[in-house]
């Protein structure tokens, strides 16, 4: 049986949304744009999925959600399109050292565009300086992108004193919500966010859709240029099977939120407390209890990480690591070395995510596979102890 | 391509790694690479003689602290080797491991394929009785201080080779070449002053001592790993400078109002 811990970067679709989906490639074909009756009917299809991405951020007006193709053009609207627009009143913006990197690769973007870019550090558990963020804000600056949960370490930040803080100073705040939208409510009736990206797989809806909630009064330069659709903002034939199965699981998320957090927060614990207790020189990245629901982050010592994937790929068991070796630039995750790990730290760390068709028995089959795989690189690498292998040799496997 | 889109041999050398351990009293010893790269290898050779006399490896080991070609290239060495005399051995080139694995992602050719280097390392401790640990060129960079343009031009413009008063600094954004602890030292001490303190330096980890290291990490500098001044630009005064970022060979320009490079 395949054992699936990898849902932070890609879920299945939701059996139920795929059947309120499938109408719409070839009965309900039609493009809300047009003015006939296949139009109208698209129309109100197209409005009705908008409601219920609004009703699962709490968000008052559904005009405040924008279809996109997903979390990467919300991030590049929100920020690209929030930084042109507001550039008369200065060039600087916020953002912390542990975002995504397509936030990263925005805002380096950006700064070669002119704008200066400050990231605000976090500490060992991957929090954000609360101090050091409000001493970074200047009178010129514009915007302030910080996501709501790591995507990597799971770390949640104090997004409501975050927020607080923007609004306090009249700048706009964004936030990257991917990482935590499937199990921390976002109220944005709550906390007053200016910008919210929204992806519809992390949901567990299709890929290929997502949504920028845009409060009302807050304008953006669009980054698509097009045909006018979505107020103008963002252009392009809507994607209404995509739109229809974004609002749908939407729909099921906010339903199934609270117990599906309450389930995963129970496996999580478990595969924690094993690893812990069981692999020794063992330890959780991020922090101990302000964590996402579905994020479990470890780090080994003397071995690396792609090689424990390749390992538990063997045993049929799909996980993630910040390695160096299994990244595009050979650098290891940049969360865990802003969090104070060191290089060789970094390399050896294993992520598992979980989600709505995880069971008990995953993470059994982790609890049990894991240690020995752990247990057979170390036997081979020259950085393990002596008294680590002479333990190892004592114990039977 | 996937960095770990493997061949079917380098998995098999992955999951049945030969010859894995340790010769105690070994006859020669090879280690190449380092944990901060993620990449560490040690070679264990015993030497014999064949009919016709010539030294050959008689018997070889090896440990690997690595990625999964680190691993597949470490075995599939140490079974080429094995029996060749020195010579033979000696001749093994990265290329050759490569090739015997039937390929290599490309972007583990380089970074992940030391094992070659291992084993001469074990040869040449054998012959010579050299340092068994070996630098290896193109694994983790090495870095030569390059001419930095608009160095002179812009000296006493905002360019600083010494530092008398740190309140020149003031509220500046300001930016130090790491050229040795001394320039750490007062990076961080500029902190007390700017709130904007760069240091660029070329090491992909945080420069400096044990110590200095610690504190740094944290302190208020901006540290840009793995990255070169190039150039001080600016119309009268330093405005700008152009930065190497040398692990994506990318230059971008950053905005500066204060060069600092101790002599």
Known sequence: MDVYLDYQSAKPVDESVLKTMLPYFKQEFGNPSSLHKTGDKATTTLEDARKKVANFINAPNPEDIIFTSGATESNNLALIGGAMRYKRNGNHIITSEIEHISIRNIVKYLQREGFEIDKVPVDQFGKINLEKFKRMIRDETILISIAIASNEIGTIQPIREISKIAQENEILFHTDAIASESSLPIDVHEVPFDMVSLSSNDIYGPKGIGALYLKKGIRVNPVIIGGGQEKGIRSGSYNLHGIVGFGKAAEIMKKEMPSETERLKKYRDKLIENVLETIPNSYLNGHPSERLAHNAHFRFDYIEGESLILDLKEVNIAAATGSACSSKTLEPSHTLISCGLLHEEAHGSLLFTLGRYTKESDIDAVIVKLPKIIRRLRMMSPLTPPDLIKKYNEVKE | ?263
């Open chain 2, 1 to 263: 391509m996937k960095s770990t889109q493997y061949t079917e041999k380098v998995m098999d050398h992955f999951r049945n790694p030969r010859n894995v351990g340790v010769i105690e009293d070994p006859d020669g010893y090879g280690k190449v690479g380092n944990p901060v790269c993620g990449d560490l290898m040690e070679i264990f050779i015993k030497v014999g003689k064949n009919d016709e006399n010539k030294e050959t490896i008689e018997d070889i080991k090896f440990r690997t602290f690595g990625c999964g070609s680190a691993v597949a290239t470490s075995s599939m060495v140490t079974e080429m080797a094995m029996g060749k005399t020195l010579d033979e051995a000696y001749k093994i080139t990265r290329n050759d491991v490569a090739d015997e694995l039937e390929g290599l992602p490309p972007i583990k050719m380089h970074c992940s394929n030391l094992a070659a280097d291992a084993l001469k390392a074990a040869i040449d401790n054998y012959r010579l009785g050299s340092d068994s640990e070996v630098e290896v060129e193109g694994h983790c960079k090495t870095i030569d201080i390059k001419v930095i343009l608009g160095l002179d031009e812009f000296e006493g413009k905002g360019v600083y080779k010494n530092v008398d008063d740190l309140e020149d600094f003031r509220n500046k954004r300001t930016l130090i070449v790491d050229t040795g602890e001394e320039s750490l030292e007062l990076a961080m001490k500029l902190t007390e002053y700017t709130g904007r303190v760069i240091l660029v330096t070329p090491s992909n980890k945080t420069p400096g001592n044990d110590d200095l290291k610690q504190k740094l990490k944290f302190s208020d500098v901006k540290i840009l790993r793995e990255s070169e001044l190039i150039e001080v630009k600016g119309t009268t005064d330093v405005e700008q400078v152009i930065i190497h970022d040398l692990d994506e060979d990318e230059r971008y320009e950053l905005f500066v109002d204060s060069v600092i490079i101790l002599e």
